[in-house]
Antibody, heavy 111, light 112 residues
Framework: QVQLVESGGDLVKPGGSLTLSCAVSGLTFSDYYFSWYRQSPGKRLEWVAYINSEANNMYYADSVKGRFTISRDNTKSLYLHMSSLRADDTAVYYC?????WGQGTRVTVSS | DIVMTQSPDSLAVSLGERATINCKSSQSLFYSSNNKNYLAWYQHKPGQPPKLLIYWASTRESGVPDRFSGSGSGTDFTLTISSLQADDVAIYYCQQYYRSPDTFGQGTELEI
């Protein structure tokens, strides 16, 4: 059974940093690409970042480019390092591969 | 990136009636070597992750009620809910996985 489990969400001050993790099990991690998505309060789902299976190709939404970094390692984990956080980064963040999604982790940016 | 455009943005349908949501891609999602359209549909309810309903444009995910169906090919696709139930209130998204990064439509909010 495929499982994606996000962690690392927290309350952080504007301008701060945070790293989200996503633990993947039930599939051959190294074979697949992954993405991070988010849903801010009252807004629709937004794609945030993508990383290919070899970790040599990454894409970012314009809203996070230059502030967020997606990465992965050999321990079947996906990461999203977020810096220069703003109030409009407040959201539930999901990791995903196609039809597989985690339950999400909540990030709140507030002073 | 491939741009996905859904219509309408919101839709109100009576219980038991048909709901139809359209999705158009900026380029064809049909891959001739395997005869498949790289298009999925998701249902998203508040506080939950998106739920996969349909993949390959028309294949229903296991456990999804048969009132949900997908159709279309190339650049134009449709999600149909044949007889709307109260539990179907959600935002519906189409997604292309023909070319990375996967891209979603802006969503269609379905109400009773």
């Amino acid at each position: 059974q495929v499982q994606l489990v996000e962690s690392g969400g927290d309350l952080v001050k504007p301008g701060g940093s945070l790293t989200l993790s996503c633990a993947v099990s039930g599939l051959t991690f190294s074979d697949y690409y992954f993405s991070w998505y988010r849903q801010s309060p009252g807004k629709r789902l937004e794609w945030v970042a993508y990383i290919n299976s070899e970790a040599n190709n990454m894409y970012y939404a314009d809203s996070v480019k230059g502030r967020f970094t997606i990465s992965r390692d050999n321990t079947k984990s996906l990461y999203l390092h977020m810096s220069s956080l703003r109030a409009d980064d407040t959201a539930v963040y999901y990791c995903s591969h196609l039809g597989y999604w985690g339950q999400g982790t909540r990030v709140t940016v507030s002073s | 990136d491939i741009v996905m455009t859904q219509s309408p943005d919101s839709l109100a349908v009576s219980l038991g009636e048909r709901a139809t949501i359209n999705c158009k891609s900026s380029q064809s999602l049909f891959y001739s070597s395997n005869n498949k359209n790289y298009l999925a549909w998701y249902q998203h309810k508040p506080g939950q992750p998106p739920k996969l309903l349909i993949y390959w444009a028309s294949t229903r995910e296991s456990g999804v009620p048969d009132r949900f169906s997908g159709s279309g090919s190339g650049t134009d696709f449709t999600l149909t809910i044949s007889s709307l139930q109260a539990d179907d209130v959600a935002i519906y998204y189409c997604q292309q996985y023909y070319r990375s990064p996967d891209t979603f439509g802006q969503g269609t909010e379905l109400e009773i």
